[in-house]
Each structure stands twice: as C-alpha cells, then as structure tokens.
C-alpha cells in the first residue's frame, strides 16, 4: 500500500500503520534513542542525508514522511531537500513554528550541558505536565521514565552533552522561513492547547504567554505553506497521538 518514513512518533500509531498494510520504517536518528551519541556537528541537514541515504539502502524511492515534534523539523527539511522523494508530509505539532532565537536567550552549548546534567525523572515529568498536557494522567508516566531513566546510566554525561548539541541544533536551524517553499500535498496536526516552546525555560512568564501557542502558530503556518490542511484537536496538548487517540487515528487515516 506504499510507504511511510516516521520520525518521533508512538509505537501504536506504527501499528496502526502497519496494520493498515503500510510499509512502516522508523529511524533511530544519530543522537537519540539506542543511536550513537556521537560528538559532531548536529544539522537536520545531516539527519535528512542520513535518512535518504536508509531509504535508498533499502530501494525506496517515494513516502509519505511523518514528522511529530522535532521530528516535524527534520521532515520539513528532508522534504525541502528532497522534494522528489516525498508524496506527501505529515506534520504532528512540529517545533519550530517560530523563530526560537528571536525571543529565547542565547546559551552556549556548554551552558547547555550543564542544565542537562541537572535532568532527573521530577524535573522531566514537571515540563511534561506544564507543557505537553492539558491533563495528566498516571498511564503518562511511562513517558517520563523512558525520558528521564538515562540520568541514572553511567553514561549520561555523555547523552547530556549530545543533548545540548542537538538544542543547539533545534535553536540554530529554523525552518519556518521556507515553510512556504514545499512543493508536497501537507496535513498540520495540532492540539490547540500545545504552548510547548524550546528553551521555555528561559523565558519570563510574559513572554512564555506570547509564544509557543498552537492555536495562533497551527493557522498562522498552515497560510504560509501551499495547499495545506490543518487538522485541529481541542482540549488536546503536544502529542494528539496519545491525548487524542481517537480523533488523531481517525484524522490520520482519512488522510494518507
């Protein structure tokens, strides 16, 4: 039934997919996840080369590209550099709806490191609760663990540097400026309750309520790329896949 790239997403939309009889192919991007942590200059230029790069390795020569948070970033750029390879871009709540350096502080990649060093499971489920969720709830803890349970290896240091690398990535690459350059058929997920913003924590609370709000960026960018289709979830935050479960399955099949 064709082929789907998916980038950031829940394993039970992998398996709605798969079941449909798609073609599911989900990278483990350098930098993230069980992938090496390797101390290099992070691009979503590199990580797109890399991904087309897996594709053409197994033969595939079109997809649809489904991108959820950072994700959505690294498959706007896949798709801006290569056009010819994707028939359509699914975009879950994307970061990078807006210009990150224009109202979040400067910090240096070392700077960085030392916030990571500070991770632990509190300070993780407290940005999950404040930022990704309208509501939380218990089943929503296993998220935290999975995030927060490499402060405890022997190697988080080493994570937590690659993690300050790769936030240096998200806030020095924008690609809000070239949303307009897709040449692709595009649907828009958003929760319209999503406030998620990098760097949040920087920010006064006066400018925290200026930014970051889903429900103004979600229109706002789906004018600015061609042909787009915003799909919005109400009551919903970052990850419509699992607060919305239902309507977003719904919304996403209707729509490959």
Known sequence: MGKILVDIIGKDVIKLLA?????????????????????????????????????????????????????????????????????????????????YRTFVPYTSAEDDYKAELKTSYESVKKYYQTSYFTSWKPEYDYLVAIAAGVSKSADFPRYAKVAALTFE?????????????????????????DKTIVGKALLNDEEKAKHG????LGPETAKKIPGCKLIEFDNCGHIPHIEAKDAFFKALTANL
């Open 19 to 99: 079941d449909k009889g798609y073609r599911v192919i989900v990278p483990d991007q350098i930098g993230f996840g069980k992938s090496s942590k390797a101390f290099i200059h992070h691009s979503f230029h590199l990580l797109a080369r890399f991904n087309k790069n897996l594709l053409d390795s197994l033969g595939i020569q079109k997809i649809t590209l489904m991108g959820h948070s950072m994700g959505g970033m690294l498959a706007t750029r896949f798709t801006l550099m290569y056009p010819n390879t994707v028939e359509k871009l699914l975009l879950e709540d994307p970061i990078g709806l807006e210009d």
């Open 213 to 216: 709000q889903y429900k103004i």
């Open 169 to 193: 990535m998200i806030y020095e690459q924008p690609v809000c400026y070239e949303f307009g350059l897709i040449k692709v058929p595009v649907i828009l997920f958003t929760g319209k309750e």
